[in-house]
């Protein structure tokens, strides 16, 4: 397994090499002039010149792209051109408030949509699967954007069961801040993976080994559980795998509306002040964290279904 | 049913985790003032701040040297860290400054002991030599000051210092110790500024937040956090920063005695403004900023008492204000207060003067392609329709107005330009006399703007304007660094942009048009006109008086008769603030009034 591991890893490589490569070229390239942003209302070229060799950015592309290449390799990403601060230390900052955001929310998803899809697939062609994928459809339907709103007005504003804004860095203070973002993002994702879980275990309880269980006479939970759940575990362990990497990057709109200062956040401002050094900081662990959990993915599959062996 | 709605209200208590609506314990009793910021705070450190919303955090926590009367307007300048006003020479070259004795910096673990004086971490007192540092702050580009072109070409000597730093080895240090000949300290508090030129706005300049005094050890001591760590003699101290989400001060114990003050114009004074003359300040136990990207949660977080005071968002205008701009009567009841606050702001379409076609100003433009240039403009100027614009966008709460100098400086003109639209007849016929009737044989016009907002849909109204006297023009979204790049490489044609006032001088405005200031300068249009760059060089150097009105007056003409910019607004700000809050008069021109407010407890 552990050559597997580093073989998949080294072939990660060209992958994320890449990606900092097109990240470098777009940015450097067509980004526009960092130097104008930082300085100020009224420079004049030598204003500029002097910027930009104090951040190299009057050096070559090629040596440019080199000096990234070595942050990469040392995660010593250099300092925000805006606020001058570590972008190590900015990441460290901003992660925290995405993952208190989207781990609870995944998680919570994830089982209710499983527990929803379980119930559908056992009555499929029933009446209570077909009024729980009509609910999961008219969810899916409904805008991301029109879940905030509204949540907020409603369940924020008018219910005062929520509050409406902010974050707070203390544990149960913050609670009180993430509580309808986390709602809403489960909200939204439960009408795609209800419906996604279900056909997966629809396909499943069709299949023979589960005939075979039930002419055995072992009881609807038992057949549910063992037989039908935990041979559809490979596509689930996929689907929670691909929502990995978006539990660091936040939630652009939760985050841009509630006020939690997260990632997704953080972003969007790095490409509005043309901040260069965090923009490939954040491009570049996004790609790490696809490839990281690629091979995760990979290797959770030889666990769950002893079948598939890594080689 | 009725087990289902207990259900889902007990699910709700259980999220909310007892009570999302009592105030935190570290706000009961207290007064805390609860305020909004439209965009994020960027950074602390006053020689990088670059937006209002820095100069907002910073200006708790640090000042300056003046500041402005909080109820007098016109804006009327006060020494704020000076003990008065400053001698000026004759010549109006020499100024002579005297610090007020006992102003004190923020407690700070960045303060080393003073042995026998003072223990470590006690903030000492303020001196001559804090302000000359502060300022020689600015010509250390490893700070990446966005101010140094308030200084540029001003002060004896410092122009020759920034350059010699910023042509340092990369790790050689900063030399603190150099005396530069304009910056002298002539006594413990008290210091002398030597001009080059006179240079009347330099006391506005020393009330703007990046040239806020900072003692040095301490920027020496948290080196690249010092922009996340203040440490000024300001009402507030930062307690805590949650980037992007808010920012908390408490008030600081060792402000010194400082009043409410006792004068205000009339109309500040009707307000009920001067309740509160001569009483000590601040009131305030803290002031919370919290930044709000959208305009919803900022709006409803001041309805439910959360925010004591905010901006009203454009799109709730017609909520909360009748069509005569008075306050709608739910609102009056509950106690709301508001006042439109008029920005200096210069919002414009301008045009590229080195365009061969739309500016006829490029090197070895012929006098007939120049005035054939400036026929065209004038077209589209009067093709354009700004009042359509302002009340499809901005609710009619903009003030239009012709030229650069927005309403409440010296040299502002409400109306009457010739060239203000819509006048369709009139533009035609420039049209035919430039030699492109009915638009024939007119290049298509690009109009470059930022995206977002809805820039998108103000290019389509200019688009479909134009378009009725043969204009056809594209409109082309960028984000802003790119759009800054296509200036800077003078590859804009038309452009959407807007300058807000840096101080309350019209020479602020003006200097936008003054050749020798063309882009990357702050002249993003490239205009060059000897004529106009010799009067300002007049106007500049004069302290304010009818003569330098005159001279304002005809700078503004020159620049309405070339229709360099056209479709000048001015934002208004409608402002709110619930019924706890007391002494509330925003401005956006400076930052630290909100020592003077006060609230009821909570």
Known sequence: MWAFILRRLLGGIPIILGVTLITFLLLNVVGGDPALQMAGKNATEEDLAALRAEYGLDKPLVSQYVDYLKQTVTFDFGKSYKTKEPVVDILKQRVGPSISLTLPALIATTLLAIAIGLIAAAFRQRALDRGLMALAVTGMSISFLVYIVVGQYLLAFQLRAFQIHGYASGWGERWQYLSLPIIVLIVVGLGYDTRFYRSVLVEEIGRDHVTTAVAKGAGPTRVLTRHVLRNALIPIVTRVMISLPFLVTGSLLLESFFGIPGLGAQLLEAIESADFPVIRALTLLISVLFVLTTILNDVLYAVVDPRVRLE | MRSWSLLVWVALALLCVNGCKSPPKWEQGKRY????????????????????????????????????????????????????????????????????????????????????????????????????????????????????????????????????????????????????????????????????????????????????????????????????????????????????????????????????????????????????????????????????????????????????????????????????????????????????????????????????VFGGMQPGATKAQTERARKVRQAISLALDTRELNHAFYNDNNVLYDGPIPPGLAGHKREGSPYRGPNLERAKQLLIEAGYPEGKGLPVLTLDTNRGGNSDEQGEMVTRQLAKIGVKMEVRQSSFPELQDKMRRKKSQFFGLAWGADYPDAENFLQLFYGPNKTPGSNKFNYDNPKYNELFEKARVLPPSPERDALYAELRDIIIEDCVAIGSMARTRDYVWNKRVHNFNPSEVWDNWFKYLDVDPL
């Open chain 2, 33 to 356: 003032f609860h305020f909004s910021a439209r965009a994020k705070v960027g950074t602390f450190d006053p020689v990088r701040n670059s937006s209002t919303y820095d100069n907002l955090a910073q200006a708790q926590v640090y000042e300056t040297l003046f500041e402005y009367e909080y109820l007098v307007r016109p804006f009327e300048l006060k020494p704020l860290l000076l003990a008065k006003m400053p001698e000026v020479s004759e010549d109006s070259l020499h100024y002579k400054f005297e610090l007020k004795h006992g102003v004190l910096f923020q407690d700070d673990p960045c303060f080393p002991e003073d042995k026998g004086k003072r223990p470590a971490g006690v903030g000492r007192e303020v001196v001559a030599q804090d302000v000359i540092w502060s300022l020689m702050r600015m010509a250390d580009r490893a700070n990446s000051p966005t101010g140094w072109w308030l200084y540029r070409d001003r002060i004896k000597g410092f122009d020759a210092f920034k350059e010699r730093m910023d042509k340092r080895a990369s790790n050689a240090p900063f030399e603190w110790n150099t005396k530069i000949e304009g910056l002298k300290v002539s006594g413990r508090y008290s210091f002398e500024i030597q001009l080059t030129r006179p240079y009347p706005q330099l006391l506005n300049v020393l009330a703007m937040g990046t040239t806020a005094v900072v003692p040095r050890e301490c920027a020496e001591h948290y080196g690249d956090q010092f922009a996340a760590h203040p440490v000024g003699t300001g009402a507030f101290k930062l307690d805590e920063w949650v980037r992007g989400s808010f920012l908390k001060f408490s008030k600081n114990p060792k402000y010194r005695e400082e009043f409410y003050p006792t004068k205000a114009s009339p109309e500040l004074e009707q307000r009920g403004l001067l309740a509160a003359a001569g009483k000590r300040i601040p009131f305030l136990d803290g002031v919370v900023i919290h930044v709000f990207e959208q305009d919803q949660p900022m709006w409803l977080k001041f309805r439910v008492g959360d925010l004591d005071a905010t901006q009203t968002p454009a799109e709730y205008t017609e909520l909360v204000f009748n069509t005569d701009k008075s306050m709608r009567a739910t609102f009056v009841q509950e106690g709301v207060g508001y006042y439109h606050l008029p920005l200096l702001d210069f919002i414009y379409r301008g045009f590229n003067m080195e365009d061969p």
